[in-house]
């Protein structure tokens, strides 16, 4: 009886498992991405940047232009409970349904979503000190996207240790990721952690394992750095392999997702596609043609992860470009402060106050008692208050002709 007990439990747990395959989710087919449904997928969409991975220059800031940076300008201009309540406030009215119902409405059909490790883990990040809250929001946008019918990437904007060794890792100033085996263990565990728990969810349609690696400014160090990126981006997918057979695994260049040479022995199974980036320049093929012969010579597809802060002719003539040369995009960011994006918001009455002080000299503690005085603290808690209204979607303002150079629709 105890046998044929087990025997039953055994085979309930085995059929509680779906009976999935490749094809049931966005697949790799040569150059090309294929849907569940058969059809060929063309990626357009946008960035949620700034959301939970902040930026500087999105608030109008310019020396605090990192996460950390950011976090201990306000607590030294509003102290640790006001700043750990304006971010708690800041993820919770930054990005909400609204807007994914928004972009969905545009005819766009996949949103990449920047993350921060720290979400993962119990290290200090945007007013949470233990048990962060990743899965929370994910869970949240991905079961908006499913809703209204888009498709998410999930890109480690900010890696453990740092990736880039420039602000948008959020870093200390050097790609520590490459050589430290303690971040490298704590990357592979996150990135297991998070396809353990999507592995079964065709809304994901792939894991971006490292945002922009290896910065341009390490002199002689850059190619010694480069021959190592391959080695890490097979700890991310095997790791993620472990739990996860089916999901694609994306690949960035080097030097801000240009640079593709130390990628050429990259195709560890047959979901591994590329994704570059690309600001400014020319708009025709040949702004582009490395990563076409790439991908030719490679026989998998390419995406353009962030592309944007352009006029908007230069916009629309280069999806023109990218939609000719079979590689689908996602434009950076959908919001911030002010215009270049999908919706911008205005910034507060006082919150000029807030860019001085996180301009002014803070080096000491009595540069920083200055600062603080001259703004005014209610002044500047005054203006976090204001920020985290303007940034609900109800109050962004809609460009209308940016959302129609990207080729798609704005009522």
């Known amino acids: 009886m105890i046998a044929t007990m087990l025997m039953v439990a055994s085979c309930t747990e085995q059929r509680s498992e779906p009976a999935l395959t490749i094809t049931d989710f966005v697949h790799v087919d040569g150059v090309n991405l294929v849907e569940p449904s058969g059809e060929r997928l063309f990626i357009r969409g946008t960035n949620l940047g700034n959301w939970i991975n902040p930026e500087g220059y999105m608030f109008g800031f310019r020396k605090v232009n990192s996460a950390h940076l950011i976090d201990e300008m306000l607590r030294e201009a509003v102290g640790p409970a006001a700043a750990d309540s304006f971010w708690r406030n800041f993820q919770q009215n930054y990005i909400t349904e609204a807007d994914i119902a928004f972009i969905a409405s545009t005819g766009a059909n996949t949103l990449r979503l920047p993350f921060h490790y720290k979400l993962f883990t119990d290290e200090d990040y945007m007013g949470l000190t233990a048990n962060g809250n990743g899965f929370e929001l994910m869970d949240k946008v991905i079961g908006w996207c499913k809703s209204h019918g888009l498709y998410v990437i999930l890109d480690m904007h900010d890696a453990p240790g740092g990736q880039t060794g420039d602000n ?4 200390y100033g050097y790609p520590w990721l490459m050589e430290c085996e303690v971040s490298q263990r704590l990357y592979c565990d996150i990135w297991r952690r998070i396809a353990d728990r999507y592995r079964n969810e065709p809304t994901v349609l792939g894991y971006d394992l490292l945002n922009e690696p290896i910065a341009p ?10 021959a190592k990126l391959k080695g890490v981006y097979r700890m991310g997918f095997d790791a993620i392999r472990e739990v996860d057979p089916y999901h694609i695994v994306m690949l960035g260049g080097a030097q801000w997702n240009g640079n593709f040479e130390p990628l050429e022995e990259c195709n560890f199974d047959e979901q591994v596609m590329y994704t570059c980036h690309r600001y400014g320049g020319g708009t025709d093929n040949n702004a582009i043609r490395s990563f076409i012969e790439f991908r030719d010579r490679v026989n998998r597809p390419m995406y353009m992860g962030e592309i944007g802060h352009n006029t908007y002719e230069w916009m629309a003539a280069f999806c023109r470009t990218m939609e000719e040369s079979n590689i689908g995009y996602t434009f950076w960011p959908y919001k911030k402060i002010g215009s270049s994006s999908w919706v911008g918001f205005e910034a507060p009455a006082d919150w000029q106050a ?7 000299d803070r080096t000491n503690y009595q540069s920083i008692r200055e600062a603080r005085d001259k ?9 976090l208050d204001e920020l985290v209204e303007a940034v609900k979607f109800e109050h962004c303002t809609i460009d209308k002709e940016y959302i129609r150079a990207l080729g798609l629709n704005a009522e």
């Open 217 to 226: 400014y390490f002199g002689e160090d850059v190619e010694r750095l480069n």
């Open 354 to 360: 807030v860019i001085d002080f996180a301009e002014s």
């Open 168 to 171: 948008i890792d959020d870093s």
């Open 375 to 383: 703004a005014g603290m209610a002044t500047l808690k005054r203006a």
